[in-house]
Nanobody, 120 residues
Framework: QVQLVESGGGLVQAGGSLRLSCVAS????????MAWYRQAPGKQRDLVAS???????TYADSVKGRFTISRDYAKNAIYLQMNSLKPEDTAVYYC??????????????WGQGTQVTVSS
């Protein structure tokens, strides 16, 4: 079993900042890509940012220049620094990871999500 636990969400005014964290634990042999997704009410879950094993990053156009994804390989963790937040960033943010377990299974677990609310 592999678990992802997110933290750091909350209520912030437009223009403010938040930093999300996600830590993976359990039967982990290795982790390839890790990513942040978000889902607003009534909408599909969309990719926000991802980071590869080698540190290459990708971002959704809507967050480029405002959000930064980073990774701590020793802690099996990723972070999302969110600056200049806008009301349209309001969503539940989910962590996702491409995990190889000690039993050689390829897993793609999701965290439970953390709510980010940006007030205007």
């Amino acid at each position: 079993q592999v678990q992802l636990v997110e933290s750091g969400g909350g209520l912030v005014q437009a223009g403010g900042s938040l930093r999300l964290s996600c830590v993976a634990s359990g039967s982990i042999f290795s982790i390839n890509d890790m990513a942040w997704y978000r889902q607003a009410p009534g909408k599909q879950r969309d990719l926000v940012a991802s980071i590869t094993t080698y540190g290459s990053t990708t971002y959704a156009d809507s967050v480029k220049g405002r959000f930064t994804i980073s990774r701590d390989y020793a802690k099996n963790a990723i972070y999302l620094q969110m600056n200049s937040l806008k009301p349209e960033d309001t969503a539940v943010y989910y962590c996702n990871a491409d995990v190889v377990s000690w039993s050689s299974r390829n897993l793609r677990p999701w965290g439970q999500g953390t709510q980010v609310t940006v007030s205007s």
